[in-house]
């Protein structure tokens, strides 16, 4: 177009901090539908690090004379660059770099003949809707903020989720066709590009995924069924090895405060099938209850001897079955001679029962009672937490992790640890270290601590779970996209005077940082997609010359 005298020069592009925080370059966030970089091939997401023969290092960005800084504009008139003019960008995508050439602009505003605000010469007027609903200003504005969460990647904006981006690109469908009928014009088809290009974001990259790919979803079904088998035949052992003891018949829901119950202390009882709901609670302990009325047995969780069932519990989720939750126990145990009185006050109970310790537990899922494991709660230390551990234990394919693997084997290994069940394995490729840093009045430095655990056995517990079972869930594969080049994060020769570690620490620490891509099942298609609490970025150091381990504490 013919710009009037004196216009001044713009460059229609918005840009945006990068998401690494020491990064000298800038992020491109929009690209404006007239801007004489459209069709120039830069895409909202990649990196600006320079134009023309300025670079974009510290001094540019000490200077203010990047694209989008304060004093660009100012840059662009002291070197008499007018609208129309070429530029060129020095940019990089998925860090290879490229040439972009697009043209200056300046401002300027399209109007009818009457003079009202209109999307270029033959695009919609902004005040009217077409009978759509929201006018075409207020559209515009919704599509553009949507665009630029969607274009800038999955990384960029939190909440950049696949099944969020699909439900809002879906609202823009009729909206963009009418157009694209409507008004045939250089705005509807660069709304139609970035409608495309949106599309594309959202869909992911197809990816192949064999059966041998998948087959460890399977795993959970064939352990459960195997250690099922098990614990019915260890349950089925105890019974016959306690048969003489096992008393028959025992009263349901004996009252130790109304009845004369010593006949039953120091028996063996076999307590019927209980679930949550035979819970009571008291202020500061929960009891198993298995009786009516205000009569029964009752079983301290807090006990010593519930501590097995829990750690059998937790072992069986971790190797098992990760979405496990409800428990249905039998117990078989002996009465004590303590009676015990317990007060529900939220369910209104008072029960005046007599105190069982456990000794065996039959525990089934509650969703599905074939799936059961067998607890003996007086296991010496050391022997299986329930039955037919030891033989799951010697079935696990184990990943191998070795000192000298790549950072992309060591989160490889890890998302294969999660895969089959393999926690020692998984924990081994967590950093034992953290790089901190200390400020004082007028400087900083850094130091290693090696009393930190990036991933503990304890601390990763939760983590553990909910990645295990979102690997049986939404995701069905990880892959490591990119991975950068190291960097240095501690040098001991950088320490000041009188602040470096002993001798027998670590001399340097290196960093890298990696992209993981998560792979669902959409239809009959694997594709790559994004998802709540799924972690693309990822973070490895190493310490001197040693092995590389992940420095950040998630797990999928």
């Known amino acids: 177009m013919g710009w009037p005298e004196g216009t001044n020069p713009i460059v229609e592009i918005e840009t945006g901090s990068p998401l690494d925080a020491d990064a000298t370059a800038v992020f491109v966030a929009w690209i404006p539908w007239d801007s004489g970089f459209r069709g120039s091939g830069l895409r909202v997401g990649d990196l600006i690090v320079g134009h023309d023969a300025v670079v974009y290092d510290r001094a540019a960005v000490d200077a203010r004379i990047r694209i989008g800084d304060s004093r660009f504009e100012q840059w662009l008139q002291a070197e008499g660059r007018k609208p129309d003019d070429p530029l060129t960008l020095s940019v990089l995508r998925d860090d290879a770099p490229l040439t972009i050439r697009g043209a200056i602009g300046g401002y300027r505003t399209y109007r009818t003949a009457e003079g009202r605000p209109r999307y270029g010469a033959d695009g919609p007027i902004g005040a009217e809707n077409d009978g759509l609903g929201a006018s075409w200003d207020s559209w515009h504005r919704q599509f553009v903020d949507f ?165 059998a519990i937790g072992e069986y989720v971790e190797k098992v079955d990760p979405n496990f939750r409800d428990a249905i126990v039998t117990f078989i145990g002996v009465v004590q001679a303590e009676p015990v009185l317990v007060s529900d006050v939220d369910r209104r109970i008072t ?24 607890v003996d709660l007086q296991r010496a230390e050391g022997a299986e937490t329930f039955a037919g551990e030891a033989a799951l234990e010697a079935g696990i394919r184990r990943p191998a992790l070795k000192d000298g693997d790549t950072p992309q084997r060591v989160l490889e290994v890890a998302f294969e640890a999660l895969k089959v069940g393999d926690m020692k394995t998984w924990l081994s490729c967590y950093a034992s270290w953290h790089i901190r840093r200390f400020y004082e009045k007028d ?42 080049a190291p960097y240095v994060v501690f040098d001991i020769a950088q320490a000041p005077a009188g602040r470096a570690q002993t001798a027998s620490g670590p001399r340097i620490a290196e960093e890298v940082k990696a992209v993981v891509n998560h792979i669902g099942r959409f239809g009959e298609e694997y594709r790559t997609f994004s998802g709540f609490m799924l972690h693309r970025r990822w973070v490895l150091q190493r310490l001197d010359d040693g092995p590389w381990r992940i420095a950040i504490d998630q797990a999928l």
């Not at 709304?191 to 959970?220: F, M, N, P, Q």
Request: charged content about 25%; glycine content about 6%; proline content about 3%.
């Open 147 to 311: 665009a630029k969460r969607a274009l800038a990647g999955w990384d960029y904006y939190a909440g950049n989720y696949t099944k969020n981006l699909t439900e809002e690109i879906a609202a823009h469908a009729e909206r963009v066709a009418f157009l694209e009928g409507r008004y045939p014009s250089a705005y509807a088809r660069a709304v139609a590009e970035d409608y495309a290009a949106i599309k594309a974001v959202v869909a992911g990259e197809k990816r192949d995924l064999s059966s041998a790919d998948i087959a460890y979803r399977l795993l959970g079904d064939a352990r459960a069924k195997d250690v099922s088998i098990a614990a019915e035949r260890a349950f089925a052992a105890y019974l016959a090895q306690c048969a003489e003891t096992l008393m028959a018949d025992p009263p349901s829901a004996p009252n130790s405060f109304k009845e004369h119950t010593e006949g039953l202390v120091g028996k063996l009882i076999r307590l019927p099938p209980l679930s949550k709901r035979e819970t009571l609670f008291e202020t500061d302990r929960s009891w198993y209850w298995s009786g009516s009325g205000e009569g029964g047995y009752l079983i301290d969780k807090a006990s010593d001897a519930m501590k097995p069932l829990y750690a």
């Open 351 to 374: 029960v005046s029962g007599l105190r069982l310790t456990p000794h065996v537990a039959l525990v089934a899922n509650a969703s599905d009672r074939s799936r059961c494991f067998f």
């Open 443 to 484: 400087a900083s430095f850094a130091w290693v601590d090696r009393t930190w655990e990036v991933m503990s056995e304890v601390s990763g517990a939760s983590a553990w779970d909910r990645a295990r079972r979102r690997l049986l869930d939404d995701v069905y594969g990880v892959e490591v996209a990119k991975v950068g």
